[in-house]
């Protein structure tokens, strides 16, 4: 745009694929035709060069937030399926979800994982995070691997649920929700995504035996078991 007193202005289209392609170092021209007149009808016509330097344009990740299908210690060896608790959806120990991201130079992208959670728990001893900043999280009691989660080359993630977490209510069923932090860098620039991970509890299973006469109910015994608190 140029206004009466000579002065322009020149905005760039930052969704304009050709501009976005451009790489440091590239340069693209954009030249204008333009007439000046004088107060006495003189006129004269003159160019203006615009000079457009590429620049590096970071990773762009389609959805900010991603919501994971959950997994469920119903799925887990000694895990108890059923169709009760606060939100039961799957008996799978294991889900998957996906970071999408585009690079508008063309770069190639790398996928990383940030702080594993530091408040997980697992028959009340604490589950130790290890693997930040790097393609995958594991949470461990001792020796015990109670969760990982990986991202690979194209953005896939993967939760996969080994042992049972402590939830909040232990009288019921019900989930357990936590977040990380998924990394998307071209090698210069980093763009971050919201991983929300949910894990649905199990519920303890009641086995009622009689000892010695059946139609005493001071002589029953109740069993419970369950894969956690």
Known sequence: KIFSNGNNEYE???TD???LALQIGDEAVDEFAYTIQDIDGNKASTTLTITVK???DGPQIEISSVDLDAVSEEGLPNGIADNVGSDDTTNADTAMGQITAVDPDGDVLTY???????DLTS????VVGTGENTDTLT???GMSTIITVTIDADGKILVDLDG???HDDASAEDDLSFDLTAYVSDGAKIATANVAVTIED????LTVTAAGDPNTLSQLALNADETDD
């Not at 990383?112 to 530091?118: A, H, K």
């Not at 028959?123 to 604490?126: T, W």
């Open 17 to 19: 694929p050709a501009e």
């Open 112 to 118: 990383t994982l940030g702080d594993p959670p530091s």
């Open 54 to 56: 590429g620049n590096n």
């Open 123 to 126: 028959g009340g001893l604490p």
């Open 202 to 205: 199990d519920s303890p299973t």
């Open 139 to 141: 949470g461990q009691v």
């Open 12 to 14: 760039l289209d930052h």
């Open 164 to 166: 049972p977490i402590d």
